[in-house]
């Protein structure tokens, strides 16, 4: 095997290992608030005293998704920059090209999670798929986009 390819396999490999740490972050968050928060009578309340919170509420897959998601990316992104993709350069640069990424990934996968999710599709499947279709694209995304000049430099 070539270093070059040797090289994109070790990375997939690592891209992959560490995005399943991410997923288990995204998971573990999104059933946390989907099973424990949500039911607390500090977030009934705010639904009942605030229209404009149970407006957002009213599909809670979103903003229970948004939040997870977040967290996830924050983990994601640290741990593949520094270990993954080995760059220390202009990580204020390398953060707004993730940003362009999941300006366009968030915003498209809620909207498609709350139409399934409202149509009764279970909730997990939803964010199980989207998990995966993240996984692929970030990594693409991440190795020819951000982290372009990274490559090879292992």
């Given at each position: 095997?070539?270093?070059?390819?040797?090289?994109?396999?070790?990375?997939?490999?690592?891209?992959?290992?560490?995005?399943?740490?991410?997923?288990?972050?995204?998971?573990?968050?999104?059933?946390?608030?989907?099973?424990?928060?949500?039911?607390?009578?500090?977030?009934?309340?705010?639904?009942?005293?605030?229209?404009?919170?149970a407006?957002?509420?009213?599909?809670?897959?979103?903003?229970?998704?948004?939040?997870?998601?977040?967290?996830?990316?924050?983990?994601?992104?640290?741990?593949?920059?520094?270990?993954?993709?080995?760059?220390?350069?202009?990580?204020?640069?390398?953060?707004?090209?993730?940003l362009?990424?999941?300006?366009?990934?968030?915003?498209?996968?809620?909207?498609?999670?709350?139409?399934?999710?409202?149509?009764?599709a279970?909730?997990?499947?939803?964010?199980?798929?989207?998990?995966?279709?993240?996984?692929?694209?970030?990594?693409?995304?991440?190795?020819?986009?951000?982290?372009?000049?990274?490559?090879?430099?292992?």
């Amino acid at each position: 095997m070539s270093e070059k390819k040797n090289t994109s396999l070790i990375q997939a490999i690592k891209f992959f290992l560490f995005s399943c740490s991410a997923g288990l972050i995204q998971a573990g968050s999104f059933t946390f608030i989907n099973e424990v928060v949500i039911k607390l009578a500090f977030f009934q309340n705010l639904m009942a005293e605030h229209p404009g919170f149970a407006a957002i509420m009213h599909n809670k897959y979103g903003p229970i998704y948004l939040t997870a998601l977040t967290l996830s990316v924050l983990w994601n992104f640290t741990f593949n920059r520094k270990f993954t993709f080995k760059s220390a350069s202009n990580v204020p640069i390398a953060m707004l090209k993730v940003l362009g990424y999941y300006a366009v990934f968030t915003p498209v996968s809620t909207i498609l999670g709350n139409h399934f999710t409202a149509g009764g599709a279970n909730e997990y499947i939803v964010l199980g798929l989207t998990m995966a279709c993240n996984l692929i694209t970030e990594f693409l995304f991440d190795k020819f986009v951000v982290f372009r000049d990274a490559l090879g430099k292992e």
